[in-house]
């Protein structure tokens, strides 16, 4: 067993900061490159709908890289086929190289997702095992014509609404089950609309369908989640990446701690938490950088669903920050706002945004700014808040940024 290493709460959260890409220089010109480098090194990038700034998968690259080509991305999901949609702890843009892993899930499903006697298993398979007339007239359709939207289906349906998903019709269910048993894939969007096609239609000729055993991904499958914390313990390596589809951890971790891929690291002025906590062998160089004048803090402004604080327990537990989407809170309840973006200064979070994309005129409106008890006050590091949400703006394409007055004093120099 190797021997255990020590360091510093605030070098554990620098090693994770770092990275999730959000400290020293972005690059100045980003290309589909950077764009894979950080997709490789976070596992995934969440999907969401809700564009009251913009969509969260392109805050998050844009709070890595800057000013990107969103033409790059899309030329790597539908044109190289580097990148891919599938369902990773949520909807979510993956890598085509990490196919393999993905396509045991999908040879698992529904077990990998549903625990099997439980009331959404016996739904599903109800759902499917009654209609498989829709999945046979979906997989024909898309056989005969290419690519399809899911309006484009006639509704073969025998039973309705046998699941809670109500805002679903029962063609979009089916398909979804398709999806995520790999038969169809996402190959293209018509707005918000998703296009599929058959999955073999749409893989590239170099990806691997290596056959996995459920002992082999997960085995992968962990050391990924653990390169892209820094520093972690089983219960928040179980969150990240395959959340909560790592049926055999316990194990996993004593055959890691075995091959000295992950090496135990205890936090000497830090909270422990529940479990022992581990490093990745291949970032203790990294780690061990930190203490020098290497780090490089930057200001970064980060999605509510980024994937450095996608885990709320760590994140209060290691970053002392407690945040909560307050988007389903009504509004009278509050606290911060609808879609609020936390603001990360080097290793701490130091405030929170309000904003809003008024794109009809153009505007980046900032409803509201609110500072932690513990944030900076000088002049510098406001200005730095500033040329953040400047450059957030030129992304999006405001013309203009408004500042509200709910911003603090010692702030409101530099943020008007």
Request: glycine share 4%.
């Amino acid at each position: 067993m190797p021997e255990k290493i020590t360091t510093t709460l605030e070098n554990a959260r620098r090693l994770a900061v770092t990275k999730q890409h959000l400290a020293g220089k972005r690059p100045n010109k980003p290309d589909s490159d950077d764009i894979l480098r950080v997709a490789r090194d976070l596992g995934c990038l969440q999907l969401d709908p809700i564009s009251t700034v913009a969509p969260s998968h392109l805050i998050v690259l844009w709070s890595r890289l800057g000013n990107f080509d969103r033409t790059d991305l899309d030329n790597l999901l539908w044109r190289d086929k580097k990148l891919f949609e599938y369902w990773a702890h949520q909807a979510s843009i993956v890598l085509m190289e990490d196919y393999p892993l993905y396509y045991s899930l999908m040879r698992r499903y529904p077990d990998v997702l549903v625990r099997p006697g439980s009331v959404w298993r016996q739904r599903i398979d109800k759902f499917l095992n009654a209609n498989t007339s829709l999945r046979d007239h979906i997989l024909s359709e898309l056989r005969k014509k290419g690519p399809l939207l899911s309006r484009q289906f006639e509704d073969k349906t025998k039973v309705k609404r046998s699941f809670g998903w109500s805002s679903w019709g029962d063609v979009s269910r089916m398909m979804f089950h398709l999806f995520l048993k790999g038969e169809v894939m996402v190959v293209g969007r018509q707005g918000k609309q998703k296009l599929y096609d058959l999955s073999e239609n749409f893989l590239p000729s170099w990806v691997s369908k290596k056959e996995l055993s459920a002992e082999e991904v997960e085995y992968l499958s962990a050391q990924r989640s653990l390169r892209a914390l820094g520093v972690a313990n089983s219960s928040e390596i179980s969150w990240h990446f395959f959340r909560n589809r790592y049926p055999n951890l316990k194990a996993t971790m004593k055959q890691l701690v075995a091959d000295e891929k992950i090496i135990p690291i205890d936090l000497k002025d830090g909270p422990v938490g529940k479990g022992e906590r581990y490093i990745h062998s291949k970032d203790i160089a990294l780690l061990n950088k930190l203490d020098s004048n290497n780090w490089e803090p930057r200001v970064s402004l980060l999605s509510p669903f980024d994937n450095l604080f996608c885990d709320r327990a760590r994140t209060k537990l290691l970053f002392n920050f407690d945040y909560t989407i307050e988007i389903y809170t009504p509004a009278s309840k509050r606290k911060f706002g609808y879609y609020v973006l936390p603001i990360l200064y080097g290793d701490k979070f130091i405030g929170r945004l309000d904003p809003f994309m008024d794109r009809k005129n153009g505007k980046l409106i900032i409803k509201a700014a609110h500072a932690e008890s513990h944030a900076p006050k000088d002049k510098d590091t406001s200005r730095e808040i500033r040329d953040s949400v400047k450059q957030l703006s030129e992304f999006l394409g405001a013309k203009e940024v408004v500042y509200s007055r709910k911003v603090p004093k010692y702030w409101q120099s530099q943020l008007h």
